[in-house]
């Protein structure tokens, strides 16, 4: 079964300091890797995906299959980056349809 | 245009109740998703519907658990003999299936459940 770790529960770093929030995932198939974040008070919205090959709000996020990784990194954390982010892949079920499985989710503090 | 909206947004029930959860998706939005959140942890997948049927259905934990989507509009998550480990944020999501970028799918706030 497909699995996404997200080994760091909570990040703090300074403002202007790099950020690199850490996935990890396994899947037998050919994988489509999701950012997510969810800013205080909310909902739930994408950030970024690895088929898109973009940057977003200065973040951005290479797949490397060999390490079957999808860190996300951004040069100099700002304040308004502290939110909650979840690394999220599309698998297929095996019951019909493509699934997002999630990571338990990074909270990343920036400290001013 | 408006996004995915959930009712109710809290709901307190009493171990052994019914409940149901409503959400309505994006106008257009062909996909829908429930998903349900636990504290600490990432959205995990409960149902998927495409129209008005269930295309999976393999995430729903026991037989407790039903949702409908008659219309293929609006869905609603049932819960049958609510248990305290039911407590949860609810997540629904909807995903259009035409047109560009159809892998996205737009979350609603969330209904927070609590089951006393």
């Known amino acids: 079964a497909q699995r996404v770790t997200q080994p760091e529960k909570l990040l703090s770093v300074f403002k202007g300091a790099p950020v690199e929030l850490k996935c990890n995932y396994s899947?037998?198939?050919?994988?489509?890797l999701f950012w997510y974040v969810q800013y205080s008070r909310q909902r739930l919205q994408l950030l970024l995906r690895?088929?898109s090959r973009e940057s977003i709000k200065g973040f951005t996020a290479d797949l490397n299959k060999g390490e079957t990784s999808f860190h996300l990194k951004k040069p100099f954390a700002q304040e308004e980056d502290s939110a909650m982010y979840y690394c999220?892949?599309?698998?297929?079920?095996?019951?019909?349809?493509?699934?997002?499985?999630f990571g338990k989710g990074t909270k990343l503090s920036v400290i001013p | 245009g408006a996004g995915v909206s959930q009712t109710p947004s809290n709901k307190v029930t009493e171990k052994g109740k019914y409940v149901e959860l409503r959400c309505d998706p994006i106008?257009?939005?062909?996909?829908l998703y429930w998903y349900r959140q636990s504290l600490g942890q990432g959205p995990e997948f409960l149902i998927y519907?495409?129209?008005?049927?269930?295309?999976?259905d393999s995430g729903l934990p026991n037989d407790r658990f039903f949702a409908v989507r008659p219309e293929g509009s609006v869905s609603t998550l049932k819960i049958q003999r609510t248990e305290r480990g039911d407590s949860a944020v609810y997540l629904c999501?909807?995903?259009?299936?035409?047109?560009?970028?159809?892998?996205?799918?737009?979350f609603g706030p969330g209904t927070r459940l609590t089951v006393l």
């Open positions: 899947y037998s198939g050919s994988p489509e």
């Open positions: 106008s257009g939005h062909t996909a």
């Open positions: 519907f495409q129209g008005t049927g269930a295309a999976d």
């Open positions: 999220a892949l599309l698998a297929y079920s095996g019951a019909g349809s493509y699934q997002l499985t």
């Open positions: 999501a909807s995903r259009k299936t035409s047109g560009g970028n159809t892998n996205e799918q737009f």
């Open positions: 690895h088929i």
